[in-house]
């Protein structure tokens, strides 16, 4: 929950599925609605996995490029604050070699690993079986998709 809430602080846009996740965000973490925008999330048949997705309690998915722009590091940073999460990281970028180096060097490699570039299929199970999903942008926007149980939160 105290990740959840720092991300949501430091979220330039949050775009929900329904009306009312982002009624429950403005309540639950006060913040202000005209920073939360509803855009349903669509799962076509086809990108529907044929098994079940159960969601790894505090797991985070970050899938883009790895620049140093992408807010990977910060990401590695707060992950390393809290004990009780893990990082998959998908993609590649000029940065990797560097985020390796400080997950060595905080001692991170049971809890963060790098994935490298993945299929739209695995993007999609890790994303729909993490807690909170990240993407890049320079915007830091995060969508938060409906799930089963748990809100899937995605930072873009």
């Not at 180096?101 to 001692?107: G, P």
């Not at 994935?115 to 890790?126: D, F, M, T």
């Not at 915007?139 to 939160?153: D, R, T």
Request: overall charge positive; aromatic content about 10%; charged content about 30%.
């Amino acid at each position: 929950i105290k990740i959840q809430s720092w991300v949501l602080r430091n979220a330039y846009k949050i775009i929900v599925a329904t009306q009312d996740e982002a009624d429950n965000i403005s309540k639950y973490y006060k913040i202000n609605k005209d920073k939360i925008f509803v855009n349903p999330k669509i799962i076509l048949p086809n990108e529907k996995l044929s098994f079940d997705e159960k969601i790894v309690d505090g797991q985070i998915f970050f899938s883009g490029r790895l620049y140093d722009w992408a807010g990977v590091e910060k990401l590695i940073d707060k992950v390393a604050e809290f004990s009780e999460t893990s990082l998959l990281i998908a993609g590649e970028g000029p940065h990797r070699s560097k985020l390796e180096k400080i997950v060595n060097e905080k001692d991170l490699d049971d809890r963060i690993k790098f994935l490298g570039r993945i299929s739209k299929a695995e993007n999609y199970y890790y994303s729909k079986t993490s807690t909170t999903v990240v993407s890049d942008t320079k915007e830091f926007l995060i969508s938060w998709p409906e799930h089963i149980a748990n809100l899937n939160k995605i930072l873009k």
